[in-house]
């Protein structure tokens, strides 16, 4: 009978085929992406009130478009340094104790952002509780490829993604609600703020970590101390550039101008088509149900495609999503329909299409990059990039919306720019394959000496 440690000694080591099927079932990982999806949906939640709620802060507060752009712009750029910086935290310490840690101050700091009497003071607060946040994401993406192997990780990808708009749409129409009342906004804050705390509860209860590289097949068999002798440098972060793929789709974060439509869509169904608050955030329903179908749906023809095409349906599939939503987004933005119904349509087949990126650019990050840096690469991906990216299309977006429109701005961000995303993407269709074998080169070496250590 084959043993699962290589420490066993005289035992023979497990078949590629035992190995791959160990793969393939890490314990807890169903229960530990349902944890973690609790903990991405209070970090999108929070980035959904302060936008769904916009306008009845800002007559509240007497604020206007620039502010909303600071607002988004600052809680994005402060992850810069600390997404990194948790990460690192929980490389020296342990990645549940971070996500309990952040996930409570959190709570603390959306609770006192609902005593804001001024946009310092709301800003300050907003700011803290995206800082401490911020540290899920990345260490969820991390954990997540510990939890799964490369053939399941867009299918558990889309799921937890998918979950996590679903709850998000059915939240947002309701925070909306609160619109109604002149401190509604505050109330939202202080839930938000409760709902963290409870959050970082149930990590506390539920959540085990299954330790890095335990979904990989050339490492199963290894225990947690053989798998984790590797730690993260300065310098071997810093070699995550050198990785062609990993930069493009760095490049491609960037240029992903349909974040834009989360931050300034109600605004522009508000103050540019005219609907009330209430009812402009009727489109948030569909646009997270588009979003759960894009992301689970498009987890799962991830890895159809994997089957058919595996060395570059992953990135076929990426440049049509950006292509997609461009073509929706046209249609959606830039013509009058006076109905919010047509609108909330459009909406949807935006969330489609923008639910399509998870399920496969979260796989092709983890295909790329060996497990124990993969942790710093979402860091990098998520809390730098894609909070550069925020922070340039949210202050640039609230200062020229004031100038021309938000509807020209529109165009140019959510159109012009994401068409060239898609054709950015082509050059992955040469690079991913040689960087997915460089990957698997070096996690067959590190088998090779751990069995020449073996006794």
């Known amino acids: 009978m084959s043993t699962t ?7 023979h080591p497990p078949t590629s085929e035992l190995r791959a099927q160990q793969a393939a079932r890490v314990p807890h ?18 980035a959904g009130l302060t936008t769904t709620l916009f306008p009845t ?3 509240a507060l007497g604020l ?13 750029v402060i992850a810069v340094p600390f997404g990194p910086a948790w990460v690192w935290l929980a490389s020296r310490t342990s990645r549940r104790f971070v996500l309990v840690m952040t996930t409570v101050l959190a709570g603390v700091f959306g609770i006192a952002a609902g005593f804001a009497q001024d946009f310092t003071v709301l800003l300050i607060f907003n700011t803290c509780m995206a800082a401490a946040l911020i540290g899920g994401q990345p260490i969820a993406n991390a954990v997540i490829s510990d939890s799964f192997d490369d053939k399941s990780r867009g299918k558990a990808v889309g799921m937890f993604y998918g979950v996590m708009a679903l709850l998000s749409s059915v939240l947002g129409p309701l925070i909306a609600q609160l619109s109604n009342f002149s401190d509604g906004w505050r109330w939202g804050m202080w839930i938000i703020g409760a709902v963290c705390l409870v959050a970082s509860a149930l990590v506390f209860i539920f959540f085990k970590d299954p330790g890095i590289g335990a979904s990989e097949t050339q490492l199963v068999d290894m225990s947690a101390e053989q798998r984790d002798t590797v730690r993260p440098t300065i310098r071997s972060v810093l070699s995550l550039f050198a990785i062609r793929s990993f930069s493009i789709m760095l490049l491609s974060r960037l240029l992903s101008g349909h974040l834009l439509i989360a931050v300034f869509g109600l605004q ?8 009330s608050n209430a009812v402009a955030s009727i489109v948030l329903l569909p646009f997270g149900i588009g979003y759960f179908f894009g992301t689970f749906g498009g987890g799962f023809t991830t890895s159809w495609l994997d089957r058919v095409f595996p060395a570059r349906g992953r990135v076929a599939f990426l440049q049509i999503a950006q292509i997609l939503f461009a073509l929706v987004a046209y249609f959606g933005t830039q013509f009058d329909y006076g109905n919010i119904g047509v609108y909330a349509i459009f909406w949807g087949l935006m969330g489609l299409a923008q639910g399509l990126n998870p399920g496969v650019n979260r796989p092709i990050v983890m295909a790329v990059t060996l497990p124990e840096l993969r942790g710093q690469a979402f860091a990098i991906f998520i809390t730098i990039f894609e909070a550069i990216g925020w922070a340039i299309f949210t202050l640039s977006a609230g200062i020229l919306a004031d100038v021309f429109s938000i509807q020209t701005v529109f165009l140019w961000v959510l159109v012009i720019l994401m068409v060239v995303n898609g054709l950015v ?4 269709y040469a690079t991913y394959p040689k960087d997915v074998r460089n990957v698997d080169d070096a996690l067959d070496a590190r ?3 751990a069995a020449l250590e073996r006794p």
């Open 57 to 59: 802060i800002a007559r």
């Open 29 to 46: 990982r169903w229960r530990n992406l349902i944890t973690l999806t609790g903990i991405t949906v209070v970090d999108s939640t929070e």
């Open 425 to 428: 993407i082509t050059a992955l």
């Open 447 to 449: 088998r090779g000496a």
């Open 268 to 275: 522009f169904l508000v103050t540019e088509r005219g609907f």
């Open 64 to 76: 206007d478009n620039g502010h909303l752009g600071i607002l988004a712009a600052v809680g994005k």
């Open 5 to 11: 440690h290589t420490s066993s000694g005289g035992a």
